[in-house]
């Protein structure tokens, strides 16, 4: 593995995946794990990714012209789904007029023994994130802003039901006090 370039051929994919492929972002971060302990099935990974980004490399983000700008986000996490370390990974993306302008997927440090609690963290993130986002585009100035609330889906019944709540419940006292956040901008949105 000394002779093969896995560490700057992966960096390549980090690159194309942070300015225009949001579609290997997920595949990136896992080949990103093992840059000091990679093995041959990680090269063939990656050189599977290169034909994919070879075969694919006509698709493209588009974007539309329009007076009424309105972020979505989309919300997901896996789970406990590193294999290694039982890690969540977090990814979220924010379309703004039906294109993507803004994404991130990341293993998470945070462990949490419900999928419920995880899926609500990582609503949370990607809230935070929304807001910065509007509140940048706002700022730009281009059109009067963004009237709209902020609308984030995710995949999860029990965080989405949480998060619309009104009430406090004795299983869910263990959540931190700024995860609550989400559940005040549901509530207000």
Not at 68 to 82: H, N, R, V
Request: with cysteine.
């Amino acid at each position: 593995m000394q002779k093969i370039p896995y560490a700057s051929t992966v960096g390549s994919l980090m690159y194309a995946q942070v300015c225009t492929r949001l579609d290997i972002a997920y595949i990136v971060g896992v080949l990103g794990r093992y840059l000091s302990n990679s093995g041959m099935n990680h090269w063939k990974t990656t050189k599977r990714v290169m034909r994919y980004l070879k075969r694919t490399k006509y698709y493209m983000l588009t974007y539309k012209r329009s007076d009424q700008l309105e972020i979505i986000g989309y919300s997901d996490l896996d789970f406990a789904g590193c294999l290694d370390s039982l890690r969540s990974t977090s990814s979220y993306i924010f379309m703004l007029i039906g294109g993507a302008v803004s994404w991130c997927n990341a293993k998470k440090i945070l462990t949490t023994s419900s999928t419920m609690v995880t899926k609500f963290v990582a609503c949370y993130e990607a809230s935070n994130h929304g807001i910065r986002l509007r509140n940048f585009v706002t700022g730009l100035q281009i059109v009067e802003g963004i009237e709209r609330p902020l609308k984030l889906y995710c995949d999860n019944k029990s965080a989405v039901l949480y998060s619309n709540n009104n009430k406090s419940s004795t299983k869910s006292k263990h959540i931190n006090i700024k995860f609550l956040v989400v559940k005040e901008m549901v509530q207000n949105g």
